[in-house]
């Protein structure tokens, strides 16, 4: 099913009045260190049918701001400011007011699918719920409505499913059904607070386009609420770049994305890696936003930008635009940027440079030794059933046969969408196991014949950095107990552990003395970094890191890649790179494998893969993923798959991905057969390059 | 979900089983029946008291496992046997049970409905004077035992009634045997019932509040009650039908098994105000080296336990979609 996306912006029509406009909002928090300043003047306005982007890191403003709008900000916070919707001012309204707005003017959808539904009530009722609220329907009537709204969000067999609980509903269809409920009642607005950041990018492709369908169906305006400027990019019509409690761009999407006038707005369109290129680093924004607690006077940006003057710690500058263009932005020099002879935007942020190849690096791929083998790695789980009895009812084939291989001074990205089996295969190669089926080799050693002793002594040469930074250290140890702790369990001596914390915690960008203090004192990419310091400490050949950076804003995840990237060259080591974010391992992975249901479906050189992908699963992966740029947005043609991953526990006959599959649909009968019987073996397309389809046939999606 | 019921109550049953037997032997073994009879006075010949001991299955001198078979196969025809004074266990059973349901539906009504509404009310205004003032009271009275509360509700009451001049608050037993009247003794049983009642009452309320203030406030800041209220509902409607709905299910097990559990055990409240329900039960005829009643007590404590752990896999499984078995 191939769908061309419908062209955003349908030119508002400037004539029409706003219908909802925010004005100097202003929403301050009480907390012991005195007040929280999250919002700090907010103004923006939306006619119907328009998108307007709100873009943002943490703690930029963003949500509060549009709880605000809602009025659901907590008791305990002052809000001032105006919020009229349809030109009535709904700010200070009381609850009784604010829930004839709620749902019926204003439809919500929020970021987390999983939690934003009451678990103990089917989603028909809650939807049935929704509608009974603003209209007078009976019960069976809102029902049917509901069945209707249900399958205008796309839920296959709507009648049925309507009495389905929250739990019986993947993350994407419970997404799909808050949609339903935000546009129940044909709202006039509907805000989405990063609708798609916990979804897999084939299934926020899907979610985006449902909302586009609503949006179509209601003719609502669309407040979207991201950090993900890709996602922005095709589908807003104006964008409003937000950083410290402030807007600090507006304009439309062109004006924003191509001559970008605040350093903020450049810094984290460069600092994104992307899909279209792999060329140069990353630039990083250095510092990390100021706390909103007592900002200093100025520009809250001036410590962290590159072209800061004096005068930029004086005032905060406000939102002003030149005569006759509409981009304001919130920066003295702004219109300097740009201007013939003036600054140029593209290099207002020094490029870091790239690491120096290693030695190995430089030899020919094939001249090197192989870090890591895996030779058709299986690992299935059995399906119980029964108490007290158990019985084996099924196989949950989480890596059913896989083969990799990772060489020296080599990056292999391994992608797929969640429950593809990603983790399954890191756990393993992990725990070096002996039983089930394939071999893993760790620098030549078969593990399945080590004894206990060398088995840990082979772990000193794989360690591993995990996702969630705040989650994977111990929040009751100093950074240096944490770093001393892998030191200890392999014998070092105290002496040189004590020499060995300042040298780690140099090696990742910290300074020495931050060995006394405790996890929390730490930002998020400051945690990371520590991460990859226990890591490094017994000085390992393989690291494996799974999705090193998805838990940072983009800004901070530019500085941690460009450290992975250059700790690799410095020490030679090999990375073993987990993730689903698709533009982050084109930039850092050498190789790259795509996994589907426990298979490794497409393997190769990352360039190939990528500008080439032949497997129509990696087609549709890749054309699904945003790019922070909307001409190109505009025109690209998503591949949408059909539905949600199968489950590993019922794989389909012949080829795992048939029943998704774009090109299955459009095959002749005879090739047809031949996927539902055969299942397809990786073939090699080109030199190091091979896909797991028996019709497979390079695409370019990018 | 009817299989799985019964598969329950066939585990259940086994445990009842031997439960109610260890009960029988360890009574059997430890208590001696007859030091009631040798305590006599005029102390009955040697010959009676045997004779009358075997008549009861009472004998310390017949073998612990043959006096085990009688109890057994009586117990299977629904003889629960004789007591020490040879009256029908059977009699005294169903009178006591009688007392006790009397005296604790009530109150555990009460306790457990209050003590909900206590703690999601304390959730809901954390920190402010409502919430504060029950948390204290709370801990206040978890931090007594309950026979002080018991009498010290007794001396207010005799105190009360000083001052009042005439006896207002009654403190002992379940009715007063003056009264006539259908109404009259109504209004008897009702006033009897004050004390315990609050007693009962108070300390249920203490313990569960805290139990359901600390599942509220996970629930309060949960994004479904955001979405509840995004969709238009009212703060408060959004707070009871999404909220404390939610709230409710931790606690249901716990509540379920200590209101069941409470009709054996509420041994202090009906002695402290001469209930003669389960409770005393158990405690008197320990003392009176009774063993069918104590094996009784303990048969009806097995089956309660039966009782509560299948009411609260049913409620349970009717409050939350998601533990259904499909």
């Known amino acids: 099913m191939i769908e061309t996306r419908p062209e955003p912006g349908r030119a508002p029509a400037a004539a029409t009045a706003p219908v909802l406009e925010v004005e100097d909002l202003h929403v301050t928090f009480p907390s012991e260190a005195g007040e929280v300043q999250a919002v700090r003047g907010v103004s923006y306005s939306v006619r119907p049918g328009e998108v307007l982007g709100i873009v943002g890191e943490s703690g930029s403003g963003k949500s509060v701001s549009s709880m ?36 019926r003017e204003i439809g919500m959808v929020f970021q987390d699918p999983l939690s934003a539904l009451t678990p103990v009530y089917s989603i028909g009722t809650q939807i049935v719920e929704a509608l009974q609220i603003h209209q007078d329907l009976s019960k069976e009537a809102a029902r049917k409505r509901a069945i209707e709204l249900l399958d205008v969000v796309g839920i296959p067999d709507p009648n049925r499913r309507v009495d389905a609980f929250p739990h019986e509903f993947s993350g994407g269809m419970r997404q799909r059904a808050m949609i339903a409920m935000a546009i129940a009642n044909d709202p006039k607005v509907i805000i989405a607070d990063e609708p798609t950041t916990a979804l897999d990018v084939t299934i926020q492709a899907q979610v985006l386009d449902v909302l586009k369908k609503a949006q179509d169906v209601t003719g609502a305006a669309i407040v979207m609420i991201t950090h993900d400027l890709g996602v922005i990019a095709g589908f807003a019509d104006r964008v409003m770049v937000m950083y410290a409690g402030k807007p600090v761009e507006t304009g439309t999407v062109d004006q924003v994305y191509y001559t970008p006038r605040m350093p903020y707005t450049i810094g984290l369109l460069g600092s994104i890696p992307r899909l279209d290129n792999d060329g140069g680093p990353l630039i990083p924004i250095e510092g990390t936003p100021p706390s909103m607690v007592e900002l200093p006077p100025g520009c809250p940006f001036a410590a962290r930008c590159p072209i800061t003057i004096d005068r930029c710690l004086e005032v905060e500058p406000s939102l002003v635009a030149p005569e006759g263009v509409d981009h304001p932005v919130a920066c003295i020099r702004g219109y300097e940027l740009g201007r013939e002879g003036g600054l140029v935007p593209e290099e207002i942020y020094p490029v870091p440079e790239l690491p120096e190849a290693g030695p190995q690096e430089r030899l020919p791929r094939a001249e090197r030794a192989a ?14 059933k029964g108490a007290v009895f158990k019985r084996r009812v099924g196989t949950v084939r989480a890596v059913d046969g896989i083969s990799l291989e990772i060489r020296e001074g080599e990056t292999l990205g391994l992608v797929g969408e969640s429950g593809c089996g990603k983790t399954t295969t890191l756990l393993e190669i992990l725990d070096l196991p002996t039983g089930q089926g394939g071999t893993i080799s760790v620098l030549g050693k078969d593990t399945r014949h080590l004894k206990r002793a060398d088995r840990k002594a082979l772990r000193r040469d794989v360690q591993v950095v995990f996702q969630d930074p705040m989650a994977s250290l111990d929040a009751r140890m100093p950074v240096g107990d944490i770093l001393a702790e892998p030191l200890e369990t392999h014998g070092w001596s105290k002496d040189r552990i004590a020499a060995r914390i300042p040298e780690l915690l140099e090696l990742v960008g910290l300074k020495p003395d931050h060995a006394d203090r405790y996890p929390q004192e730490f930002s998020g990419g400051q945690r990371q970094r520590i991460s990859i310091a226990r890591a490094l400490a017994l000085e390992p050949k393989l690291v494996i890191l799974d999705e090193p950076v998805s838990a940072l804003d983009v800004s901070i995840q530019a500085g941690v890649l460009n450290l992975l990237n250059d700790l690799k060259a410095r020490l030679g080591l090999s990375y073993l790179f987990v993730a689903h974010d698709l533009s982050v391992v084109r930039h850092t992975a050498d190789r790259v494998a795509v996994m589907y249901l426990g298979r490794i479906v497409e393997v190769g050189e990352t360039h190939k893969v990528f500008e080439a992908p032949s497997h129509p699963y990696t087609q549709a992966l890749l054309s699904a993923v945003p790019l922070p740029d909307p001409h190109k947005e505009r025109e690209r043609r998503r591949i949408l798959l059909t539905g949600d991953l199968p489950s590993p526990a019922d794989v389909p006959s012949g080829c795992r991905f048939r029943n998704r599959c774009p090109k299955f649909a459009q095959l002749d009968e005879a090739k047809a057969q031949q996927c539902r019987d055969e299942d397809p073996m990786l073939h090699s397309l080109a030199a190091d390059h091979s896909a797991a389809c028996h019709h497979a046939a390079a695409l370019q999606v990018v | 979900m009817g299989r799985f019921l019964l598969r329950r109550l066939a585990n259940y049953m086994v445990l009842v089983i031997v439960a109610s037997c260890l009960a029988y032997f360890l009574a059997a073994l430890s208590l001696n029946p007859r030091s009631n009879f040798e305590s006599k006075n005029p102390r009955p010949p040697e010959a009676v008291i045997s004779k009358t001991l075997q008549e009861y299955n ?17 117990v299977a025809t629904g003889n629960l046997g004789k007591n020490v004074k040879g009256g029908s266990v059977n009699d005294d059973f169903g009178r006591r049970v009688g007392v006790s349901v009397r005296l604790l539906l ?10 909900v509404f206590l703690g999601a009310w304390g959730a809901i205004r954390q920190y402010r004077f409502f919430d504060r003032f029950t948390t204290l009271g709370s801990f206040f009275v978890l931090a007594m035992p309950i026979f002080v509360i018991a009498i010290s509700l007794e001396l207010l009451a005799v105190n009360f009634n000083h001052a009042a001049g005439s006896t207002v608050l009654q403190y002992t037993g379940e009715y007063d045997p003056d009264v006539n009247g259908f109404w009259a003794q109504l209004l008897s049983r009702f006033n009897h019932l004050i004390l315990p009642t609050l007693t009962l009452v108070l300390v249920q309320m203490a313990t569960y509040s805290r139990y359901q203030r600390n599942t509220m406030l996970d629930v309060l800041g949960s994004d479904f009650l955001r979405t509840a209220r995004a969709k238009g509902l009212r703060r408060r409607t959004a707070l009871i039908k999404h909220g404390l709905r939610t709230a409710v299910l931790p606690i249901v097990p716990l509540l379920v098994y200590n209101v069941v559990l409470l009709f054996t055990g509420a041994t202090f409240t ?19 080296n009774d063993t069918n009643s104590v094996a009784a007590v303990s048969l009806f404590t097995a089956v309660v336990v039966l009782v509560a752990g299948l009411l609260s896999d049913v409620i349970y499984a009717a409050l939350d979609p998601r533990v259904r078995v499909s």
Do not use: C, Q, Y
Not at chain 2, 106 to 115: E, K, V, Y
Not at chain 2, 274 to 288: A, K, P, Q
């Open chain 1, 68 to 103: 605000a709008v809602l009025g659901l900000l907590p008791e305990s916070a002052s809000v001032r400011g105006a919020i009229r919707l349809g030109g009535r001012d709904i700010l200070g309204l009381g609850d009784r007011e604010m829930s004839r707005i709620r749902g």
């Open chain 1, 371 to 384: 870090v890591l083998e895996v030779d058709d790695l299986v690992k299935h789980f059995p399906l119980m």
């Open chain 2, 58 to 74: 009472l004998d310390p001198h017949t073998p612990v496992f043959e006096r085990f078979g009688h109890w057994a196969a009586d």
């Open chain 2, 106 to 115: 009530i109150s555990t009504l009460l306790g457990s409905l209050g003590g």
């Open chain 2, 270 to 288: 009906e002695k402290i105000f001469n209930w003669h329900g389960m409770g005393e039960w158990l405690v008197d005829s320990i003392n009176t």
